[in-house]
Structures are given as C-alpha cells and as structure tokens.
C-alpha cells in the first residue's frame, strides 16, 4: 500500500565512507532510518521526533510521494 510520505534520518558522510544519498547545503550525508507514513502534521512530527532518537542523527528529510514520483520520472526521462 503506498504511504503519503516518506522521512528519512541522515548524517554527515564519515571520512572512509565513499558515496552519499544525498547532499543538503552543499555537505554529503547518509541516510539512517526510513519511515514511511500516511497522515498529516501530527504523525510527521511525531516520525521525526522518532527519527532523532538516533544519537547519529542530524536532521529527518521529510519526502511528500507526489515529489518523490515527479523526481523519479524525470531521472528516467518519462512525462508526467
């Protein structure tokens, strides 16, 4: 079943490390944990409040499905 949105918990790439997931202001980093949710304000802050448990954590990306699919289409080079 899809989910409306997807939270992902990131930290700074490691100096042995060689590729990162994604990079936000200009510095690499890697994802942690994954969640993916339905719902509305209240179950994103209380994902993300689950997220930066993790003493590694920085920062939760949060990832609405409608923007994930136009982001992946156009990597592949379909239409919307």
């Known amino acids: 079943m899809k989910k409306d949105y ?14 990162a997931h994604m990079i936000v202001n200009d510095e690499a980093v890697v994802f942690l944990e994954l969640l993916a949710i339905d ?7 209380i994902a993300h409040n689950a997220l930066m448990k993790n003493k590694e954590a920085v920062d939760v990306a949060v990832f609405h499905y409608g923007s994930l699919k136009a982001l992946l289409d156009e990597m592949m080079g379909l239409k919307s």
């Open 6 to 19: 997807v939270l992902v918990s990131y930290r700074p790439l490691k100096e042995a490390e060689e590729e």
């Open 39 to 45: 719902g509305a304000e209240m179950e994103i802050l």
